[in-house]
């Protein structure tokens, strides 16, 4: 799988049906240091994880295809896509909207109009949390093969010593 981040720039996948509001937002995290790509539709999404995959996925809640919540639940169901962080976007925010997208299990959810500092710090923030559970799983995995060679070496050794 390859991903998108290029010269140390977070690469976010953004998934906005609206084409000013998806253009003036990704200006905007362009300037903050963020890589964007834009799609319109859930299922263009989907397509573009089939090739790539972003630092964070980006979505609005009302798409013309699916719903952001959906979109959100087909993403996590799949294991190779379920540790980027995903954070919702609406202009319709509801407390039933925002309750059902953190229950499912969203990262964030942020009512439009957006605040592009909170924004940021936002990604900011869940890129740098994803980073430390990539680098502590890297680390168990590591002290994991490390007992399973000392056990085997040891279990290999052990009927050697008895033949002598």
Not at 53 to 72: A, Q, W
Not at 91 to 119: H, R
Not at 135 to 154: C, G, I, M, P, Y
């Amino acid at each position: 799988m390859q991903y998108l981040a290029s010269e140390n720039k977070a690469h976010i996948l953004f998934i906005e049906d609206e084409p000013s509001v998806a253009e003036t937002l990704k200006d905007c995290l362009e300037l903050k240091g963020f890589q964007v790509s834009i799609v319109q539709k859930a299922k263009d999404a989907i397509g573009l994880l089939s090739n790539l995959t972003p630092d964070l996925i980006l979505s609005d809640v009302n798409l013309p295809d699916l719903s952001g919540l959906e979109l959100f639940k087909q993403i996590k169901a799949n294991p190779v896509w379920n540790s980027i962080p995903f954070l919702f976007l609406s202009g319709e925010s509801t407390p039933e909207s925002i309750n059902s997208a953190l229950e499912a299990g969203g990262d964030y959810f942020m009512k439009k109009p957006i605040d592009i500092d909170e924004l940021s710090s936002v990604i900011q923030g869940k890129l740098s949390q994803n980073k430390l559970k990539e680098e502590n799983t890297e680390q168990r995995l590591d002290a994991f093969k490390r007992r399973v060679v000392h056990t085997l070496s040891h279990e290999f050794r052990t009927p050697l010593v008895s033949i002598t």
